[in-house]
Structures are given as C-alpha cells and as structure tokens.
C-alpha cells in the first residue's frame, strides 16, 4: 500500500501539533479543519448506508473534536445506535454488555477560558442502571488481532433460578457415590475376611489329616483300614477267572476295592471250595467254573460269601501274555524257579527266583499257572496273586488309558462286565496297588471244601463286607458235617440228610468227642436244627445255640453217641 496519509482515511488520522496543557495537565492540540468524511462500505455492516454521526473509534488513535462537534465521552449512552467509528458487531469477552441510550447525554462544559478550544475535563462515568443493556450482534469480520484493555469490559454476574437445585443435585449425587463407594470397601472388606478363615480352616484341616495320616498317601494303609471299618463301607468287587488254555484248569480270585477305606484286595479263592449250584446240589469252584460257566459261578459265590459280585473277567492265558506284553513286563518276588516247557533239560529257567524279577509276557503266564509235582493249590494260588499285583502296578490309574489297554486284547468280555466299567475298576485297583494299599488275602478251605474256622471275621466279613448265607438259592437248608466220631461217619450222615431233604455244604474231620451236638446260629433256625437233629437220630438236648462253620444254617457235630447206619 501506498505510505502516504490520506487525510480522509479514518483510520490513519493526522496528528496534531501539542500546543500547550490545560490545567489538568491535559495537552491542548492546534484545532483543525475536518472536512467531513464519508465511511467506508461495509458489505457486512447493516448500518453501512445510513447516515452515522462521526465519533470515537476504538482502534484509532484519539483525535480532537471540531468545535461544531461536541467532545466523545465514552461513557455516555448512546442513541439506541453504535457511535461514529464503533463497530456495533463487535463484542468482547460473553459477559460484556452495552447499555442502551435511555437518558440523554450530559452536557459538555465550556472550555475554561484563556484556553481557546480547549476540551473540558469529562466528567464522572454515572452509575449504571439496574436493567442490563441489549448485547451488540457480532460481526463476523471484525478484526481478531487487536488487543483489548480490560477498562473496555464490564461483566455482569447473571443469577441462576436453577443453581440452588443443581447444587442439591450436586451433592446428592457425590454423597450416593461416596456411600456405594463405601458400601464396595465394606464388601471387599468381609470378602477378603471370609478368604481368610477359609484359607486358615483348610491349613487347619490339612495339618490334622496330615497329622493323622489320613491324607492320600500318607499313614499307615492298616490305620487307615481300621479307622475308617467302624462305619459303613463301599465296596467295588469283580471276579477274575484265569483259563490255561494249554495245561487246562482255572484259577479264581475277588478284586475287591474298598472305597471307603480306600483299600484293595485280591482275596485268592481255592478250586475246591464248596459251593451249591442253581439246583442247590453242592458242588466244588472249580466245576462250577467249567460248567456253570461265569453267571452260574458268580450267583453261587454270592450265595456262599454273601458278597455282592459286580461282574466277571475272564481273562486266558494267551490274553493275560499279551496284556503284560502290552505294560511293558511286570515285577514280582518269585518264590521259586519256573522252568522253560519249550526249552530242553539243563536250558535256563523261564522264570529265576529272587526278589524284583522282571517278567515277559510268556513268564508271567508260566509264573502264574505253575504247580510242582505234589504241591499244594494254595503256593499256586499264592504265585498267581503276585502276577495280579505286578499286573495292577503297571496298569494306567487313568480309567480311559486302563480301558485302553483292556481294549487291546480284544477279548470278548462277559456282558456284565462291559470293558468300559472293567477299566475303570482296574484304574482304582491299580491307584491303590501304587500307593502301598494293596494286599493279597487267601480264603481258608478245609480239605471238605468249607470254609474253616474264623473264616467269616478274616475274610468274609471284614474284606468282603458280606455275611455268611445260612439258605441256599432254592430255599433249602444247608447243613454241614464235622466228624468226631473218630470213625468215617461224614458220607453215611450225609446220604440221610441229603435223603431227608436238606442240602450238605460240606464236612470234614475234628477232635474226637463224646456226645453229638447240633448248632445253629439265628433263633429263625432252631426249629431247622431240632429237625436235623431228628433226622440223624440225635436227642433233641443235643440242639444248642452256636456259631455254625462256613454257609451253612446248622452244623452238626458227630460225637462217639452217633449210631452210623450200616455199621456193624
């Protein structure tokens, strides 16, 4: 732009020469001729072609009035229109108001003499009225880059009808945060309170079990029995069959798991122990097993023990081979050396004596069926209990990975005992077998095949949880002989009591004696024993209340008083 002064430019006014000071100490300015100015177009100022009268512009530097014009006081109210040189558009600061003009302007005093033109001191600003002044609109092109002195605004505090209410509200609202706040920390408080005594009460419990050796693994297994047989208990029981397939015969035993004393056992059942068949004719295990094959077994061991028998496994010998194959051999204390039947004479034994022999497959099998000439059933038994346990030691605990390895063999297995539920009671056997809870019991026969004396409380009562059955499955009596006659009396009193109708479970030979006795166990069978006792020929003061021997519901004991029929 061209530097020059263009002296009809509101905005760059001349500057007047200071000629002097009044007595306020104001300076007096050499008055000038103004000629009169037209205002420059605003396309954005509403006011642009009307007639404004020329006054104070506060961006521009102050000029003094021409005497036809009376001095600018910035504190007269205007005439309900913006002054000459004010921007009515624009406004400062959202609390600033402009009065609007509702009192005429004061008048200008005369300049004090001696002083030609000059200005009066202005007087004091009035009081501002109590209604507030219209606020000017804002033009939008007003220059943002000017500075604003803070004399130029006047805020003016408006009251809120609603600013009690939101006050209230204000607190209100702090004070339900503050008390659910509260509530929180009180809450976390009994939470973390609660955690406490329980993470104590278990410390607590797990020290006195710990002490006590009640916890899994810990104590001793027999304490554990005992502590926990004064209740009542639950026990799991399968039957296992062993068939040699190639020397023939079987050989019988109960798994039995304790659940509530977390125990188990393998009770080795002898091939002649006496049982009674579906007809209630006696009859010894091991014919049972070859011909009432594995559901007429299981009822008549039931019916003997008064165990109940969940199912039967039948297990060959080519099968058991091929399951300790399948575990990778098994350990066991071999009592004696099992020769190789493959092998010729002077050739290694199949299986060594000694303390933790590892057993193959085929070893295993010839450990468990092997019987020296003129041994007794029981070391036979005995041997194929170790291989159970070493079986059961190496067998999954996992219920999925032990069915997994009764699958393998692909054996059909008895419909009572799906290959599902046989895994799962074969986990639980083998948990306890590695644990230490494991034994092997034998059930004591006499040469009769009954079960002898203090049987029932070792074996049958205390392993198995069952009770001698006093009645075979038909109903019939059973009845048993003990010999103390000193004489073969046992076959001539059985033929009359088979004949008189009742059923023999068994007899065999004890001390000599004078007088015969006929003992029965329940007050419901001392009328069954007064008939025995008729039909042997015995007096009727030989019936006495006793603890008859094995299953049967009376036991006759023949004393030297006994008349043998036939005899001489």
Known sequence: MNDQQNPYDPYYPQQPQIIGYDAYGQPVYQQQAQAPQQPAYDPYDPYAGQQQAYGYDPYAQQQPP?????????????????????????????????????????????????????????????????VPAARAPRRPDADEDKEYRTE??????????????????????????????????????RVIALVVVLVLAAVGGLGYLWS??????????????????????????????????????????????????????????????????????????????????????????????GAKIAGTWRLDTPYLENLVEYLGGIEADTDTAVPDPKAGKGADPLVAKGEQQTLTGRAAVAYATYRAPGEAEAKQLQRFGQVVGGVLRKMPSDAANATSAIEYLQQIADPSLPEKDLGASLAKLADHAKTGAYKTALL??????????????SVVKDILGGKVTVLDAGGVPRVSIKDGTGEDAVEAARVVLVNGGYAFAGGSRTDSREKSEVVYGDDAQKATAVEVAKTLGLPADAVAKGKPSGSAAVTVVLGRDYEIPGAP
Do not use: C, M
Not at 444 to 457: F, I, N
């Open 66 to 130: 021409t005497p036809q014009q009376p001095a600018y006081d910035p504190y007269a109210g205007s005439q309900g229109y913006a002054q000459p040189g004010h921007d009515p558009y624009e406004t400062y600061g959202g609390g600033q108001q402009w009065q609007a003009a509702a009192e005429p302007a004061a008048p200008v005093a005369a300049a004090p003499a001696g002083v030609p033109g000059q200005r009066p001191a202005p007087e004091p600003p009035a009081a501002e009225p109590s």
């Open 152 to 189: 130029q605004f006047s805020f003016i505090e408006e009251p809120d009808e609603d600013s009690e209410d939101v006050i209230d509200w204000l607190k209100f609202t702090e004070s339900r945060s503050e008390r659910r706040e509260e509530a929180r920390r009180r809450g976390r408080n």
């Open 212 to 305: 006590a050796g009640l916890l899994p693994g810990t104590g001793d297994p027999e304490e554990r029995s005992r502590a926990a047989a004064t209740g009542p208990q639950r026990r799991d029981t399968i039957v296992l069959h062993l068939h040699d397939t190639r020397g023939g015969g079987t050989s019988t035993a109960l798994l039995v798991d304790n659940t509530t004393t977390q125990q188990g056992t393998t009770v080795l059942l002898p091939n002649a122990l006496a049982v009674a068949d579906a007809d209630g004719t006696t009859t010894t295990l091991g014919k049972s097993v070859e011909e009432d094959g594995s559901s007429g077994t299981r009822e008549a061991l039931y019916n003997l023990l």
């Open 444 to 457: 004591p026969v006499g040469q009769d095949g009954a079960l002898t004396e203090g049987a029932g409380d």
